[in-house]
């Protein structure tokens, strides 16, 4: 059949194998699949061709520099150059050495792992829509935060939906979408589900669409949770990318782009083995277009390496090959984004006790440490993490009747900074700073008139509630809880407590653990089931020799998608004065991994932020300073001593 004269419409899996062979077009049909099943034409949604302009480049490299990422800049930083806030002597300078030749692009990258790590989430399927041009730039803002602040952090297409008031049939421009999202945010799941419902059974999913403009008119009657605001990851304006080399350096050096249009012919419905290429059989009539997300290319394979948005049905798992020039995949732009800024809730699993990573500072990611001041305060520290030298400063301070330190997080309540602590009264106190007007504000005092130590504070999925577990001077726990109608007093459990600590989770299968310090310097994890009884149940007691108690996460570890569990990770100090880590995997047993630091009283927090997935933690030396430690692929490492004594 030669090139211009038109295929017949192809109805089976035969028919692709017979086209494949008629063109000798190198790729095939997995074996596994009978010539008589039938081809799916799913729909796509994708504008007309926005062709790339050559001229137009883009200095990768150039917008590196000009915005480093501190993850790269912290390679740079050794800790012993940091072991306080003083800076360091002049050194001589050295002569000037010639620049060295850049790096050469690598032939090959593929950003669905990136150093070990799972970079998108599992792949979507928009169903019977024409929103191609949704599901492709949602996906890349999941990987860009996922690449730079090293969190899960599923965003609804349905928000998206709600917010171009977006009918089932409606095709678009990738570009619509980021542009709505960089003026609006784009929201989570458990803020606006999607598909709603999940059954597509209401007005708004029939009658589906056949192709563009037709379908059912009806809006969608989904609705978003009252704390949207705070449930949002921002993103800055993207980047047109119309050069294949700024289009490969882009995806090298930064991470993964939209597609902005790609042609669909019917061969490419039967694409389903990935250790081949994809090309196009000539003289095919074309289905319209589609938006895919690029997540590598290969420079053996001569090809892109794709993202659909067809579910587990297509290709591997979502994942296929489209040779370089093929359907438009590069002739036409590809989008780019960087700069992504999740909520608080993204990263609600990945900190607790007195820090967390905020969404200030230039690359969004600033630790904020709040402890107990020598004035019987709450002192506020920050470190600017997108700055090199990675300096710590102080905040203005607040309260005057802090009994412990504090656990503090921030909340989807407009990303307002909140925090528990016990009082001098031996109550508890809630404060929370106003995002929207600068300010700290008195919150509440409640709970028992015997609360020691250190609290457990999370918000929570019940309602966005706040959960609260306290230590009392009788040696138990208890667990108080906060819904609109103000605070509530929970079960008082356990015995043998010395404190609760900065242990409280809820986990990503909703459950609430907590571990307690007991007074036998032992750990003690209690265990409270989502939806069932509602009771505290003691799991297990390990470790030894405990001074203080212990702060806990569930890590990304083990996370190997948005819906996993990942490992627990656990610091307390000894009373020999180091530093113990331990980590619990889904076999539910406790490891001591190692001890680090000396002269240590507390852990004031454990964090897992936005640096290439390391563990941070800062402590309460003996001589009442701050100390930050880190752990890399290497090991833990001392870093810099914080503040004045207590």
Not at 234 to 244: I, M, Q
Not at 289 to 311: C, E, F, M, P
Not at 331 to 359: I, Q, V
Not at 502 to 527: F, M, N, Y
């Amino acid at each position: 059949m030669s090139a211009q004269t038109p295929s017949p419409r192809l109805k089976t899996y035969g028919d692709v194998r017979a086209l494949i062979a008629a063109h000798d077009l190198g790729w095939r049909v997995l074996p596994a699949i009978p010539d008589d099943r039938p081809l799916v034409r799913r729909l796509l949604g994708g504008p007309p061709p926005t062709r790339a302009n050559p001229a137009h480049r883009v200095d990768v490299s150039k917008l590196i520099a000009e915005q480093p990422s501190a993850r790269e800049l912290a390679i740079s930083v050794s800790p012993a150059a940091i072991a306080d806030l003083r800076p360091p002597k002049p050194a001589p300078v050295p002569p000037t050495p010639p620049a060295p030749a850049p790096p050469a692009r690598p032939s090959a990258v593929d950003w669905r792992t990136h150093n070990g790590w799972p970079t998108f989430t599992r792949t979507r399927d928009q169903f019977a829509s024409e929103h191609c041009w949704i599901f492709a730039p949602t996906g890349i803002i999941e990987a860009m935060t996922r690449i730079e602040h090293c969190t899960w952090a599923p965003r609804s297409e349905g928000d998206v939906v709600r917010g171009l008031t977006v009918v089932v049939g409606q095709c678009g421009d990738a570009r619509n979408t980021l542009n709505w999202v960089k003026d609006n945010g784009q929201a989570d799941p458990g803020c606006i589900p999607w598909p709603f419902p999940a059954a597509h059974n209401d007005a708004y999913w029939v009658p589906a669409p056949s192709n563009c403009g037709t379908g059912s008119t009806q809006h969608t009657t989904a609705t978003t949770t009252f704390d949207r605001s705070g449930r949002t990851v921002k993103t800055p304006a993207y980047t047109t990318l119309s050069h294949v080399d700024d289009m490969k350096d882009w995806i090298w050096k930064i991470g993964p782009t939209v597609a902005s249009s790609i042609t669909i012919y019917d061969d490419f419905y039967g694409y389903s083995d990935i250790t081949t290429v994809y090309k196009a059989a000539p003289g095919q009539t074309s289905n319209g277009t589609h938006v895919v997300d690029v997540v590598g290319y290969d420079d053996r394979k001569q090809a892109w390496l794709i993202r659909n948005s067809w579910g587990d049905s297509w290709g591997d798992h979502g994942y296929g090959w489209i040779g370089y020039g093929q359907i438009g995949i590069d002739t036409n732009a590809m989008y780019g984004l960087r700069g992504t800024n999740p909520d608080p809730w993204a990263k609600r699993f990945s900190h607790n006790g007195a820090m967390f990573e905020s969404g200030d500072g230039a690359n969004h990611d600033n630790f904020e440490l709040f402890v107990h001041a020598p004035s019987g305060g709450i002192a506020h520290w920050w470190r600017d993490n997108g700055t090199g030298a990675l300096p710590w400063a102080a905040a203005s301070g607040f309260a005057s009747d802090a009994g412990s330190e504090p656990t503090a997080t921030g909340t989807a309540y407009n990303r307002n900074f909140e925090m528990i602590y016990a009082s001098s009264a031996g109550r508890l106190r809630h404060w929370w700073f106003d995002q929207t007007h600068g300010t700290w504000n008195d919150g509440a005092t409640f709970g028992p008139n015997n609360a020691l130590g250190t609290p457990g504070f999370v918000q929570s999925s019940y309602g966005a509630n706040f959960e609260v577990v306290t230590g009392l001077a009788s040696g138990q726990l208890q667990h108080w809880w906060r819904d609109g109608a103000g605070w509530h007093a929970g079960p008082v459990f356990g015995s043998d407590v010395r404190e609760a600590g900065p242990s409280l989770i809820q986990t990503t299968k909703g459950d609430l653990e907590l571990v307690c310090l007991r007074a036998d310097g032992t750990l003690q994890h209690w265990h409270r089931a989502d939806g069932t009884s509602w009771a505290w149940s003691a799991t297990t007691t390990f470790a030894a020799g405990c001074r203080t108690a212990p702060a806990m996460i569930e890590g990304q570890y083990g996370r190997t998608d948005e819906f996993a569990s990942g490992n627990y990770e656990l610091v307390v100090a000894l009373a020999s004065g180091v530093l113990q880590h331990w980590w619990r995997d889904a076999l539910g047993v406790w490891r001591a991994s190692a001890t680090f630091g000396t002269g240590i009283d507390r852990v004031l927090a454990l964090v897992q932020g936005s640096f290439g997935f390391n563990l941070e933690v800062v402590a309460r030396r003996h001589d009442g300073k701050m100390q930050h430690f880190w752990r890399d692929g290497t090991g833990w490492h001392d870093g810099v001593v914080i503040g004045s004594s207590l």
